[in-house]
């Protein structure tokens, strides 16, 4: 789901603002990411959404992740007023 989430944020941001805004913020949202992966307690907790769940915001989204052995599970990347109890999140059945 986060990939899908990726790929819309990516062409709303493209049909909104043009190809480098959309390049600019994709680039940040994965360095986010990527930092998240090599330091994951910057995360906030956010167990009142799901138990085990994190989360990190980057400009206008948030991402919502769990720590896992070798880096981090990208549950869902929504928008800052999404929310989140009312998506389904990557590891829901």
């Known amino acids: ?3 899908a989430d990726l ?3 990516g062409r709303y941001t493209l049909r909104t603002w043009g190809i480098r805004q959309a390049e600019r913020y994709l680039s ?3 360095a986010c990411c990527q ?3 090599d330091h994951a307690p910057l995360g906030r907790e956010c167990g009142e959404i799901r138990p085990g769940l994190r989360r990190m915001e980057h400009g206008s989204h948030v ?3 769990r720590q896992r052995k070798n880096g981090i599970l990208v549950s869902r990347i929504l928008h800052e ?3 989140p ?3 389904r999140l990557e590891d829901q059945r």
């Open 81 to 83: 007023r999404m929310v």
């Open 85 to 87: 109890a009312s998506h």
């Open 7 to 9: 790929m819309q944020i």
């Open 28 to 30: 940040g949202l994965e």
């Open 35 to 37: 930092l998240l992966a």
């Open 63 to 65: 991402i919502f992740f």
């Open 1 to 3: 789901m986060a990939e």
